[in-house]
């Protein structure tokens, strides 16, 4: 693979996240909302618990785009800096539930943003990115 070639293909992200947040904008349609009891909306939470959760969310989100941005300037660290990005901004709603509507777009979208994120990992640790970055 060469460079114009993962410029390419890396590139598809960032319209992937334009789109999410175009949809995120579009409005939820009332019979498609679902509340779950177990997750609390961030207003009814402890001060430190949304600080502490803005902090740590912004912190994976800045690792994100610095790596993404590093993976444009074969900056050798970027793979990783972008890998841990990538994991954080996955496990870290997992880990801490915070309640999130989405509509049927921003789900599909979302769900193909974690899928080319995660190929995009797939070809700089394991396929034929690998070399670029060495």
């Known amino acids: 693979m060469n460079y ?11 319209i992937l996240v334009i789109l ?12 498609k909302m679902r509340f779950d009891a177990v997750k609390l909306h961030l207003s009814q939470r402890s001060p430190a618990f949304v600080g502490a959760y803005s902090i ?5 989100v800045l690792l994100f785009i610095g790596g993404f941005i590093g993976l444009y300037f074969l900056i050798p660290i970027a793979p990783i800096v ?4 990538c ?4 496990l870290h709603p997992l ?36 070399p670029l970055f060495v």
């Open 4 to 14: 114009s070639t993962f410029v390419l293909f890396i590139s598809a992200l960032p």
């Open 20 to 31: 999410d947040y175009i949809a995120g904008a579009l409005p939820l349609h009332p019979d």
């Open 56 to 60: 740590v969310s912004s912190l994976f």
């Open 82 to 85: 972008f890998a841990i990005g």
């Open 87 to 90: 994991i954080g901004k996955f």
């Open 95 to 130: 880990l801490i539930p915070v309640e999130n509507e989405k509509s049927v777009y921003e789900r599909f979208i979302s769900d193909f943003q974690i899928f080319l994120e995660g190929a995009i990992l797939a070809i700089l640790f394991l396929g034929p990115a690998r």
